[in-house]
């Protein structure tokens, strides 16, 4: 069946460093990869996605890289802050229906 | 205030009764979309409805039923045949199908079972 694994499950980085969250998909299929931000408490909320036709996308200190050979997309974010701070998901968008499967979430620590 | 939202915001319930949660949206939505989330478990799928008077089941429905009477509500009803039905909930609405279109989530609602 569909699946998208994310790894890590807990990340801490130091305040300023770059962090990296991976991802891989089973559907080849799948033609949109959103990620989540999950602060404590709240609401996920989209904060950068990547259609299938595109590599690379950039928004401030965030990027999303796909690759679409190996199944994988990665979340990068550089110079991080104490706001960053929350739980990150991962998710795949099957082309054939509005289906949106997601990975198990990254907990992700910014250490002062 | 326009949106999703997720009433209540803090569910309490003794085992063996149905309990229904409420999902509302005025974006003019077509498809919503219904998650449970545990600790370690992310989200998963428990129903989706990509238009009025339809709807298909996700990975873990059994236990679970809902409605789709009107475009802005998809309740979600937890069954007393569901094993382990505390969890937090999260339903989600987007704009339509056969894109790439955003999902939105609502503030989710907390349901414990004793």
């Known amino acids: 069946g569909e699946n998208v694994e994310q790894h890590p499950s807990t990340l801490s980085v130091q305040e300023g460093d770059s962090a990296v969250i991976k991802c891989t998909y089973s559907d080849s299929a799948s033609n949109y990869f959103p990620w989540y931000k999950q602060e404590l408490g709240k609401r996920p909320q989209l904060i950068i996605d990547i259609r299938s036709n595109v590599g690379e996308k950039k928004d401030q200190r965030i990027a999303v890289t796909l690759n679409k050979t190996a199944k994988h997309f990665s979340l990068h974010i550089t110079e991080t802050q104490p706001e960053d701070s929350a739980v990150y998901f991962c998710?795949?968008?099957?082309?054939?229906?509005?289906?949106?499967?997601f990975g198990k979430g990254t907990r992700l620590h910014i250490l002062p | 205030d326009g949106g999703i939202t997720q009433s209540p915001k803090y569910l309490f319930r003794k085992e063996g009764q149905n309990v229904t949660l409420s999902c509302e949206q005025n974006l003019n939505h077509d498809a919503m979309y219904w998650y449970r989330q545990d600790p370690g478990q992310g989200l998963r799928l428990i129903y989706y409805s990509q238009i009025v008077n339809d709807f298909q089941k996700g990975d873990i429905a059994e236990g679970y039923s809902v409605s789709r009477e009107k475009k802005e509500s998809f309740p979600l009803t937890v069954t007393s045949a569901q094993k382990n039905p505390t969890a937090f909930y999260l339903c989600?609405?987007?704009?339509?199908?056969?894109?790439?279109?955003?999902?939105?989530f609502g503030p989710g609602t907390r349901l414990t079972v004793t």
């Open positions: 998710a795949a968008r099957m082309n054939r229906d509005d289906k949106i499967i």
């Open positions: 989600a609405s987007s704009a339509g199908t056969g894109a790439f279109h955003e999902q939105y």
